[in-house]
């Protein structure tokens, strides 16, 4: 069995294309060293990150993340185990999100950053599962 994990943070200071960049070539390496797979989403200056793999190396990399000074407000939005990966080709699949594009896939007229760390909501599907699965859906 495989644990996935998914979970919203924030940006803690202003990211570039080049710093996005960096990002993913370091992360791809890592995660192929470690076996792990998924996909990252960035909407601004917001992030949406499933990881999939064995449970110890989950445990390890989420936790890896949640002390990354890049990251503040991390929230773990799923988990679970999985028989399959959703990611098994990409060790970091990378979807720089526009608005139009989350309006398009979520139906929201204005999506908003602010949204997706709303917990007053209690929405029966999270905004960033139901991104997450458009694409999990298209590959």
């Not at 526009?98 to 979520?106: D, G, P, V």
């Amino acid at each position: 069995m495989l644990k996935y994990l998914t979970y919203i943070s924030r940006q803690s200071h202003v990211i570039t294309d080049k710093n996005l960049k960096e990002l993913l070539r370091i992360s791809r390496s890592n995660n192929s060293a470690i076996a792990v797979t998924g996909m990252l989403i960035y909407f601004q200056g917001s992030f949406i990150q499933y990881i999939e793999g064995r449970e110890d190396n989950i445990d390890w990399l989420y936790n890896k993340i949640s002390q990354d000074k890049r990251h503040q407000s991390i929230t773990q939005i799923s988990s679970g185990f999985s028989k399959e990966r959703a990611f098994s080709d990409w060790s970091m699949a990378f979807k720089k999100l526009q608005s139009n594009e989350a309006t398009a896939i979520l139906g929201y007229k204005n999506l908003e950053t602010e949204q997706l760390f709303d917990d007053e909501k209690k929405l029966e599907v999270h905004p960033a599962l139901r991104l997450l699965n458009n694409y999990i859906r298209n590959l």
